[in-house]
């Protein structure tokens, strides 16, 4: 599932240049039709067209971008060789010559739709894989020119001369079938009607629709509704059955889908809300009137795959239900607002004022459904993303704070260098190592870089307490063990480590008990760095409750990823950490529900998690839950 959502990440950034683009096209199309053709609609459609024309390429380019580690732009340039030489190799010409036809036209109609997503999507994967796997290798002396970055490029060519090779038997097999496939639900009248929009839409990730297409709007299979329709009196069309293909597309595409972006957004966090409205906007606008849906649909597409295939299911019942009605509708473009104006009067459209009725419906059932399923789900739509999904999509030293580099360093010279640390990787707020030797570690010097202690469990285990931030000191050092470049802070803005006790007066810190349970000394935790009080003073819950509520005011400074632990600042300026099981952060979000943002205001009772203590205990784990107070270590912690 990563993989898909770090995949649908990717296409963002081509998507987000297409709604515009297919906005201009629209235009163009609405005044020509009203005008004819001029030097403004040339304008606008070949503007606009540059961009929706090559949509795949576009793909191939930015998923090598989004998917490589790390890109510097050589992992681009991968995905366009690849582009280019599959859909080269596989072209009409190329193939007419491999298979000595002379006529281009005689060629498998499958080669002539090569151009798609779906083999931008493989272009793309294939240039991402060949720099991630080949960006750093050594070659002989004698090819040293080609080593590194160089090679890239060569090896992404190679392996696209073997795919193309493959596509080559495979992709004229599956188009054919996909033709043949259509032709068979053609003849099951308006069940037939809703099959077609449901496999339309879920085809449109691979690029074969048009096969399905071909079938129902064009004249492979004698149904032409497309044609038939723009002809009007003037053609073959039938009134009450021409457009029965098409209708069903309109209610989707002008409400259905803005439905589904106003269900992202209003889903959204808080902090993000503002980041994705101008793409959801932009792409609802471009569904409504142009009828443009792709933009909507790769935002969600592999994000949510769940997701989408409601929308696959929806769309085919809209068909379906729009092939029962006496309603008919056509288009020359897609299902937006400009061809139902344009088609209004068309002599073979049937009671059109039902369209918008109907889109008011879908936009409501659209709404509803995405709204629940993407809380109920917790589904990674555009703005809800983890936040280091989201770091890691912007790049190293972006909307990080460089502060944390000579702590970064300190850490890692503490930690017996570069060369001794094998793995690395934090929960919510201690660094978790694997390293070579356990001998090198110095945990004064760790102490002296901003850890509050550490532990070495086992011949190479370490864990070094930091405290809130300590995902900013494992991002730095990062970039320190990969060898990128981490600035110096100004002198007055070195942060202050989370570890280091800055509160030694000692304090009773009065709280509400935060989750149903009996309150044990931390002693009694199965975890010796909590149970030595090497994180901090407090107490223990073993819980019989499912919600964990604020204990007191504040602000919420920490919300781990995988749900398991929060951290609080109190309106007093104490510190706290509610962590939920002991090591359950390997349960990766399973049995815990995040209900707060990090930075929300919250008083005492909110509820900030909601857990399953069947769904922890069942793992093996134990769903003990430290309170800890993480700037006082003179502090006690007493339930009221």
Not at 96 to 117: H, R, T
Not at 397 to 407: E, K, L, V
Request: overall charge negative; charged content about 15%.
């Amino acid at each position: 599932m990563k993989f898909f959502q770090r995949l649908g990440r990717s296409i963002m950034l081509p998507v987000a240049v297409l709604p515009v683009a297919a906005i201009l096209v629209g235009i163009s199309y609405w005044i020509a039709s009203v005008a004819g053709t001029n030097i403004v609609t040339t304008f606008l459609a070949a503007a606009g067209g540059a961009l929706i024309d090559n949509m795949a390429l576009l793909f191939a380019i930015g998923i090598s971008i989004g998917m490589a580690n790390k890109s510097d732009g050589t992992s681009a340039l991968a995905g366009l060789v690849s582009w280019l030489t599959i859909t080269t190799l596989l072209s009409p010409a190329t193939v007419a010559g491999f298979l000595g036809i002379e006529d281009v036209a005689e060629v498998d109609p499958a080669f002539g739709k090569v151009q798609n997503v779906f083999i931008g999507i493989i272009c793309g994967l294939i240039g991402a894989w060949a720099y991630n796997r080949f960006k750093d290798v050594r070659l002989p002396d004698a090819l040293s020119f080609f080593s590194g970055k160089r090679s890239v490029a060569i090896v992404t060519a190679g392996i696209s001369l073997v795919v193309a090779a493959v596509l080559f038997f495979v992709w004229p097999i599956v188009y054919t079938g996909l033709v043949i496939f259509g032709e068979w639900i053609s003849t099951l009248g308006p069940v037939g009607a809703g099959l077609y929009g449901f496999f339309n839409r879920l085809l449109i990730p691979l690029g074969l629709h048009h096969a399905l297409n071909s079938v129902f709007w064009f004249d492979v299979a004698g149904i032409n509704d497309l044609n038939n329709f723009l002809a009007g009196s003037n053609g073959e069309g039938v009134f009450g059955v021409t457009g029965q293909y098409m209708t069903g597309f309109f209610p989707i595409m002008m409400f259905g889908l803005p439905g589904a972006a106003l269900a992202m957004y209003v889903t959204a966090k808080t902090k993000r809300k503002k980041m994705v409205s101008g793409i959801l906007l932009s792409a609802a606008v471009a569904s409504f009137f142009v009828g443009v849906t792709e933009p909507l649909e790769f935002t969600f597409m592999f994000l949510a795959p769940w997701l989408y295939l409601v929308h696959a299911v929806f769309t085919g019942i809209s068909v379906f239900i729009a092939a029962l009605l006496p309603t008919r509708m056509g288009f020359g473009f897609s299902a937006g607002f400009i061809d139902l104006v344009l088609g209004w009067m068309n002599p073979l459209a049937q009671n059109p004022w039902m369209i918008p009725i109907m889109g008011v419906f879908w936009f409501a059932v659209y709404f509803v459904v995405f709204r629940f399923l993407i809380l109920k789900f917790r589904l990674k739509t555009p703005g809800r993303e983890d936040d280091d999904e989201l770091a890691a999509d912007i790049g190293p030293g972006i909307n990080r704070d460089a502060g944390y580099g000579p702590t970064a360093e300190k850490m890692i010279s503490g930690l017996g260098g570069k060369e001794n640390i094998v793995q690395l990787d934090n929960c919510a707020t201690r660094l978790r190592l694997e390293v070579a030797d356990t001998s090198r570690v110095d945990s004064d010097a760790l102490k002296r870089a901003g850890a509050a202690g550490t532990m070495i469990s086992g011949a190479k285990s370490v864990q070094v307490v930091y405290g809130l931030n300590v995902q900013f000191v494992k991002d730095a050092m990062d970039d320190v063990l990969a060898g990128r470049e981490v600035e110096a802070p100004a002198a007055s803005a070195a942060p202050q480590a989370d570890g280091a006790v800055t509160t030694t007066a000692r304090a009773v810190v009065r709280l509400r008990q935060p989750i149903a349970g009996t309150v044990v000394p931390l002693a009694q935790v199965p975890d010796p760095m909590f149970a030595q009080g090497t994180m901090g003073p407090g107490v223990a819950i073993d819980p019989t409750g499912d919600t964990v509520v604020a204990p007191a005011d504040g602000i919420v400074t920490t919300v781990f990823p995988t749900g398991h632990a929060v951290g609080m600042t109190l309106d007093d300026g104490t510190e706290l950490l509610i962590h939920v099981g002991i090591d359950t952060v390997d349960l990766q979000g399973r049995g815990f529900q995040a209900l707060v943002q990090q930075g929300e205001g919250v008083h005492a009772g909110h509820p900030l998690l909601r857990i399953d203590t069947g769904v922890i205990r069942g793992a093996g784990y134990s769903p003990i839950t430290p309170v800890i107070v993480l700037n006082n270590e003179h502090a006690s912690i007493e339930f009221e």
